[in-house]
């Protein structure tokens, strides 16, 4: 395994890592999927979530993103691109569900 695959195996693995430990140990389970990063998790509840604003979210948003300071697009930091990143994730999963129930649909004559 070399290169691309590799990083591409490795990122994946980290993102996994990173859902276990969002919902193993962070609070409120009730407010997150399992498919949720904690970058994810952190920025949305920093800035949409049902306690945006709280000073938990904002901080972890801010080291979060401190720690992960090259992962960035013009403004927008690791945490944001991570949400963004947790919904397409989602989204593409739906969309293969979607596609495979249309491809077990009886066709009428």
Not at 3 to 12: D, I, M, S, T
Not at 33 to 59: F, K, L, Q, T
Not at 89 to 97: G, H, L, S, T, Y
Request: net charge neutral; proline share 2%; glycine share 4%.
């Amino acid at each position: 395994m070399r290169g691309p695959v590799a990083f591409n195996r490795l990122q994946k693995s980290l993102d996994a890592f990173s859902q276990f430990l969002n919902v193993a140990f962070l609070r409120r389970i009730a407010d997150t999927e399992a498919d949720e990063s904690i970058s994810g998790r952190s920025h949305w509840e920093a800035n949409h979530g049902d306690h945006a604003g709280h000073w938990s979210w904002v901080w972890a948003e801010a080291a979060i993103n401190a720690v992960f300071w090259w992962d960035r697009d013009g403004d927008m930091h690791h945490c944001q691109r991570a949400d963004q990143r947790d919904y397409q994730r989602a989204k593409a999963k739906v969309r293969r569900f979607e596609a495979r129930q249309n491809c077990n649909k009886p066709t009428i004559d």
